[in-house]
T-cell receptor, first 117, second 116 residues
Framework: GESVGLHLPTLSVQEGDNSIINCAYSNSASDYFIWYKQESGKGPQFIIDIRSNMDKRQGQRVTVLLNKTVKHLSLQIAATQPGDSAVYFCAENRFVGASGSARQLTFGSGTQLTVLP | DGGITQSPKYLFRKEGQNVTLSCEQNLNHDAMYWYRQDPGQGLRLIYYSQIVNDFQKGDIAEGYSVSREKKESFPLTVTSAQKNPTAFYLC???????????????FGEGSRLTVL
């Protein structure tokens, strides 16, 4: 089956540095991707998304880059803060079902980001 | 405030018992989902529902059952047929997809089930 995976299971960065979290996907038909942040014992929270007709999208302190040629996503966090410590998931989002009204996410295994003081 | 509420947050079960996890949303979302999360792994889809009285199996539906009698509620039953039920269970919901809608999933805080 199709899969979404992450290059590294853990990432440690110094507070104030930039973080880059990478993700590879295998379904070339995927047209929508989302990054989620999950703090310990909580549900995932939406960070930023990108459609396949874009190669870059910026949010507040975060940037997502999409390279469709090599099926690669990255999440860049600027000036990483202690509150950024969490597991980060990329997810491939596609419509499913007969009516196409529901979305199904395929998640990678996640990267644990640790911010060092 | 609008959101998704899961209960209980922690649940212990003896082998051979069925348990039901509650998920309620007041976001007026049509679609609801159940995911399972195991340590060091991503989320895997158990069941999803696009509309009341209709639901579909996800990737790992065996040993689970759901119902969707109300738009706001999507309870998950973990049956005795589920061989490895200890996990973190996450419920989510989304709007019906529209052309300019991101279809973002909103997650609950999760329910941690432990089988003794």
């Amino acid at each position: 089956g199709e899969s979404v995976g992450l290059h590294l299971p853990t990432l440690s960065v110094q507070e104030g540095d930039n973080s880059i979290i990478n993700c590879a996907y295998s379904n070339s038909a995927s047209d929508y991707f989302i990054w989620y942040k999950q703090e310990s014992g909580k549900g995932p929270q939406f960070i930023i998304d990108i459609r396949s007709n874009m190669d870059k999208r910026q949010g507040q302190r975060v940037t997502v880059l999409l390279n469709k040629t090599v099926k690669h996503l990255s999440l860049q966090i600027a000036a990483t803060q202690p509150g950024d410590s969490a597991v980060y998931f990329c997810a491939e989002n596609r419509f499913v079902g007969a009516s196409g009204s529901a979305r199904q996410l395929t998640f990678g295994s996640g990267t644990q980001l640790t911010v060092l003081p | 405030d609008g959101g998704i509420t899961q209960s209980p947050k922690y649940l212990f079960r003896k082998e051979g018992q069925n348990v039901t996890l509650s998920c309620e949303q007041n976001l007026n979302h049509d679609a609801m989902y159940w995911y399972r999360q195991d340590p060091g792994q991503g989320l895997r889809l158990i069941y999803y529902s696009q509309i009341v009285n209709d639901f579909q199996k996800g990737d790992i539906a065996e040993g689970y059952s759901v119902s969707r009698e109300k738009k706001e509620s999507f309870p998950l039953t973990v049956t005795s047929a589920q061989k490895n039920p200890t996990a973190f269970y996450l419920c989510a919901s989304s709007m019906i997809a529209q052309e300019f809608n991101t279809g973002e999933l909103f997650f609950g805080e999760g329910s941690r089930l432990t089988v003794l």
